[in-house]
């Protein structure tokens, strides 16, 4: 390889810079102002709802541009913080004396580790086991969580937001005497605002302006308006609170306050801080103590870091994209992020839809991004403590709004209300113990079915007559799979068949099985003993090669088999000679209560798989 | 229903009085003393195992006959004390001040309730998870772990015998130096008596003595006595302990030491206890406390318990027996055990076939094996005081060893190394950090594989050509199922296909597949959405009715089909005129770096699936 080859393959980025064009970069320029203007507000609102002083939203939004611009692949694609994971931050930001930065900024720099060892690992195909309906329980469940931690804020009530959804509504519920009016109208009215700018969007003109450049123009305008919705309900809000809190002595709004002006420090993350335990002692908190408090987060919040990019890039960029190396670029934004005081990040798929609809061509869009969000550190912070909290409460609300999908329940219930169970139990746990806990027992509810799947496989039975009238059972597992869950299954499945068709030889067609295991292949030669000396042959009918050599390898018995079911008459004519039909078989399940004693333990020894399974003492 | 089916009902084993005949009253006190005499050394040993007093070994090993007689169904298998439920047990027995049969009583109190939650829900199937493998590493491990525990008393250490195998080894090399020559000799040369003694068994006389009466006495006395060995090597270490003891002033063998004579008393567990805490001051536990310390164990006991009970039930009543009933005799065994001072108890594989060799016939033979051991707690407690702790421990060594299966090991090796896994994660784990722990673990590695196996379905993917000369790709899933985690393999498989074999019509095989869920058929909509972008058809194949159904319900795409092979070729030639064959697909993976900048992000929007996925904010 030469030196070029091996600078694109550590810098992929470095080919968006081939053949970059003056309009290339106009069309970036557009894009990252426009995203800008999405990421500044949507930074301070998620900042707090994190826990943390408003900047820390700035700082989180300039990395992710730069580093997604040098490593990333798919254009649209805008990384900076988002409702989610600053609601999963939240939790760990509350142990004051300034703890929270140190915790969040530790997690940042974890999730990003992690996330690192996912990308070597490939493990970015643990999202797979996220089903559509656990994703649907869990977005809604954390738009709702979100939606009522921002309700004090709307309703100008005091207090920090939570990530506690049950103490949350209780907080609000109890304390609804307090609501101040200034802060809950100016909430009520930016979120109808920003609702009703963002229906702006699917305004058609259909030919009611007729000159082409003046439709182009309004189009054009009602596009910056209702793009820049956030950016302009915050603009106004703040103008109306400054002119306001000037003139009066009591401030009607609960402003933003102090926002610290200036870049962050480019700093190694702190391993170590003080916080306040529940008596208001100060206690250090040394780098174990603080792991352990972050406990489950280091693994849950990479993975719902990588859930949300993969499904962005998935979504804008098709299959063609590389999945490790997003994940890389997405570490690599967190791992950055972490020595500029960044909260943890990810793909936003609302600012990733504004950067697509600005037309964006290349990820270099983000570091236009980045400027603009540096130049508002330096030059606009002073001027942010004048944002209504109110105001940033109804950017919050009115963005995770669309987040709940009922519209999923619909299909579900008509064709496959099963998959509706995980949806539900991980929308209500989320709820009820924690976005984590929700999540976790949703896949575990999935998982939980596909092992009932690989336990219980369909077996269809019937009881058959050769031509020459010899009667036979043949079983067929509908299942591609039998392994160890199932061979219980499968041997009472044929006791059960042959107390409800009589004796008769039995024929098992193995022409849809191509898995086998070790159980599963000693759990059919015990099988074949016990029908063995209730003298019923047991035929294996077009079984693969390798599910022949597993049974030969682990039971010892040359299992009768049938190549095709063409050869299936003549072999079991053959073989009539040597099947007595009258024996009784020992195999009854459900026999009547009182004859059952004979039929129950007889006199010979432990099968194989018995003396396997339960050699004790 | 009459009365008398009520009360078979309630009390099943009233139908073994049916038809008891004096044969058979004598058969099965012939049976219930052998059994007796091995479980009165096993008892002795086994509660010393478990931390507790000797005398507790005994009254856990009464209840179970009778409890078993009126509800069990399988006449060989006698309920008691195990060395695994002994083990187990060890881990909670060791805080201290009498809380040691508090805590066992109690545990075996909530086995038995679990147990019978287990039956009413129908959960005995759970013990089928535990595959082969792994139970085989578990078993394995609780012999190495019983049998180095066991290390001590054979060489006449001091201190306590642990369950933490490590520690226990460490203990026991560090103190080599204090080895106590007369407990070694004695332990050594039990355990060689005592392995001797079983191979006699296999002893054939072969016609070497001549008289029929003879060879029938001489095969009696020799099956007597290797029946009885544990009991016969107690009795005789016990005599010679005895003597030596009252001639010498130092006895040169730690013994037993007293055995509290007389029946437990019948009482309620108790539900609060006091313990010595680390620094040794005393600490009331009240009932949470108590529960919150046998934790895990309350959940992993009770399923060990069921596995060993169902496994010797499968092996000597073959598959006629009812898990359910089985398990609620094993329950109530336990429940009304809790209330005689009994530890956690289930049926002995060793013993049942004892009680099987001994020629039992209905498990009325319990109540007789009951009753001598309330005989022995009577009138024999007195003398076990003298019984040799080296010849107990060489009791529980030359059982335990042969619970050590290499023999599995080399099937599996040839066949189906995969497996070799759960069961080395189960045996290395289990003697690294405890057997609860290092069979879950194994259990887990199974679950993941099944899981794994439902998340990356085997595809055959062929280029295949119409008579008339037209290229279309045949991709059939041979796995039965097509679930959440294998959508994302599907479709890339799909893409990677169009690349390899170049763009041409898609049909997809569902010939094999029969379930299918919501995930997997939104994930199939935005599939047909992409290449219906680039041209390219999709066909499904020869799919089930329901696989259509929910197809239509979650994608609202009518999805081309083709109803069974013979209809592909003209199918697909009628459909040639609308399919463009030269255009640059999009789903390109693996495409050369540099060039990959055009086909990656195209202007589309975001597809259906992606869209509900990835909604964030």
Redesign the interface.
Known sequence: MTLRDWG??LL?GL??L?GYTGQDAVADLIAGITVGLTVLP?GLAYATLAGLEPQYGLYSAFVGGIVYAMLG????VTIGP???LALMTSRHTGFGLGSGPAYAILLCLISGIVELGMAVLKLG?LV??????V??GF?SATAVIIGTSQLKGLLGLKGGSGSDFINTMRSVFGNLHQVRRGDFTLGLVSITVLLLLRKLKDVKLDGRVRSLRAQQLISGTIWVIATGRNALVVLVTSVLAYSTCKQMDSCPYILTGKVKSGLPKLAVPKFETTILDKNGTEISQNFEQMLSELGPSMLILPIIAV??NV??S????????SPTRELVALSMSNICGAFCSSMPVT????RS?VNHASGVRTPIGGCYTSVLVLLALGLLAPYFQYIPKAALSAV?IS??I??I?FE?IR??W???RR?LLPGAITFVMSLAVGVEIGLLLGVGA??AF??Y???RP?LSVSKLQTTNGINYILIRP????L???????V??GI?KALTTHGTAPVVLDCS?V??F???A??GMGSLQK?LAKANVPLFLMSAQKDIS??LK??TNIDFPTIDSPDDLESILEQSETSFAPDYVL????A?P??E??L????D?E??E?????????
């Open positions: 694109y393959r992929p080919k968006w081939q949507q692949s798919c254009r649209q988002t409702a989610l195909a797979d086991l996220i089903s559509l309906p994703t649907v977005t859930l949300g499904a962005i998935k979504a804008f960029g098709g299959a063609g994209l793909g936003s798929f609302s839809a919050i963005a995770v669309f987040m999908e999923v299909p579900l008509r064709c496959s998959e999935d998982v596909l092992v799947r690989a336990a369909v509908k299942h591609s799979s392994y160890f869950p199932a061979v219980e299954w041997r009472s006791s849809h191509h898995d295991d070790f159980t292949a000693r016990e050599v597993i390898e682990s020992h195999l009854q399940i026999a209560l009182v059952s004693r039929n129950h333990c007889d010979r432990p099968t798989l018995c003396k396997l399974n339960a050699k004790s003492i």
